[in-house]
């Protein structure tokens, strides 16, 4: 009997199949990362009749048809990302996704995107908790209890929670420039919004007694691209935190992707993921200390100062998104979109192995591109790094990258060792 968790990859008919290039669904310890569903009907492989109330519906369906075919219900979902075309889309999706989550509400993320494949209107994504676990013919904790959280501290919503945490983790919905006593966007710019996020993610994180620094993965959905050195100026007033993160300079792994446009028309909106040390029941009550934040960079990859390559928690590492920068120059590589993939691979390949791991470990991509028409290209080179097809996936088009990248990508990895404390 194996006493290692496995990465397993599986698929049901009952949804849109990833052609080889990536799996439905991808169970690794105690969660399940779906790849993002569009709104295709599974029988013909082609997107739905109707506009936006349509391709929702398909999606949450799509969504359901996985969930059910891995022995889960939409209640287990502890993360939603919605990706719409046009931001004036979302009542509709809203009015959909409560048909789906009539009661319990998992926390969420809503963004508009440039494009998104096969010209659909909306793409879903989920996040789902896995009690059994996936340690080989050993069923671990399945009664594992998930907590959900809000706090009057941070703005409240009837469709998402704050905080759901499961085994490990917190997932938190992200956070718009909202003050939660006016419940509208602050006064000022770019400035004084990214700082009002920040610190609705920091009251989140508070009233479930968790400090800042246990934040493992910062995604930053900006309105203009421009202003991430404003963002930037703010973010580091909150990064690191306390003494021991200074001291170590410690901050989180951190994806930056610019959004056609955001909720409330709001310039900047943060999500966080954040370590969870002392679980869920009824996972015994462990030391805060025993299970701990491992970051990790490598010469052989891209680095930089705001972010770590890879932050490993518990039984998973997070890492940056990765642009197509040749290491040894800090530049761009020559060519084009294939050549920027490979790079961006390239460099989440020697991240992975730089902590002892291999690319059979990844359990999700995700994708962002300048171009949706590239993704031709992209696949290409992505088939070389992952020839098997296992990992979840996302792809979305963005208006832009950093650096005027045509490619970004970023990857969960497995991490069956788990964070002990180092001897």
């Not at 009057?152 to 929670?161: G, I, V």
């Not at 909150?238 to 792994?253: C, K, M, Q």
Request: glycine share 6%.
């Amino acid at each position: 009997m194996s006493s290692y968790n496995t990465v397993l990859g599986r698929n049901t008919e009952n949804a849109p199949n990833g052609n080889g290039l990536y799996s439905q669904t991808v169970a690794f310890s105690h969660y399940n990362n779906l790849s993002a569903q569009l709104p295709l009907d599974p029988k013909t492989g082609e997107l739905v009749a109707g506009g936006i109330k349509e391709q929702a519906e398909q999606c949450f369906k799509n969504i359901k048809e996985i969930v059910e075919s891995i022995d889960h219900v939409m209640s287990d979902i502890v993360r939603i990302t919605v990706f719409v075309k046009n931001i004036k889309d979302v009542d509709a999706v809203d009015e959909v996704y409560k048909s789906f989550f009539p009661t319990y509400v998992p926390s969420r993320t809503t963004v508009a995107v440039a494009a998104l494949p096969m010209d659909a209107l909306v793409q879903v994504e989920a996040l789902v908790s896995h009690g059994e676990g996936t340690i080989p013919n050993a069923p671990q904790a399945g009664d594992l209890i998930k907590l959900t959280n809000n706090t009057e501290n941070a703005p409240t919503s009837s469709l998402s929670a704050q905080t759901v945490a499961f085994s490990h983790y917190n997932n938190l919905s992200a956070q718009l420039p909202i003050d939660p006593k006016t419940g509208r966007l602050v006064a000022g710019g770019i400035k004084e919004q990214t700082g009002q996020a920040l610190k609705n993610i920091k009251a989140i994180l508070e009233s479930i007694d968790v400090p800042f620094d246990d934040i493992v993965k910062i995604n930053i959905f900006l309105k203009d691209l421009k202003d991430i050195d404003a963002v930037n100026e703010v973010y580091t007033t909150f990064f690191p935190d306390s003494a021991i993160a200074r001291t170590a300079g410690y901050v989180p792994a951190r994806t930056t992707v610019a959004a056609a446009a955001l909720p409330m028309d709001a310039l900047v909106q943060i999500e966080a993921v954040v370590s969870h040390g002392d679980g869920t029941p009824p996972q015994a009550v462990e030391d805060r200390h025993g299970i701990v934040i491992w970051a990790n960079n490598t010469e052989n990859a891209p680095q930089d100062a705001l972010s770590t390559q890879t932050v490993a928690f518990s039984h998973y590492n997070h890492l940056s998104a990765q642009l197509p920068i040749d290491p040894k120059t800090g530049k761009l590589v020559a060519g084009g979109v294939k050549e920027q993939a490979e790079q961006c691979l390239a460099n989440i390949k020697a991240i992975v192995e730089s902590i002892d791991h291999v690319m059979d470990d990844v359990v999700k991509v995700n994708i962002f591109v300048k171009n949706i028409a590239d993704m031709d290209a992209v696949d290409e080179a992505y088939k070389t790094f992952f020839p098997g097809g296992v990992p979840a996936r996302r792809t979305v088009g963005v208006s832009a990258l950093p650096q005027d990248a045509l490619v970004q990508i970023d990857a969960i990895v497995a991490n069956a060792e788990g964070t002990p404390p180092k001897a």
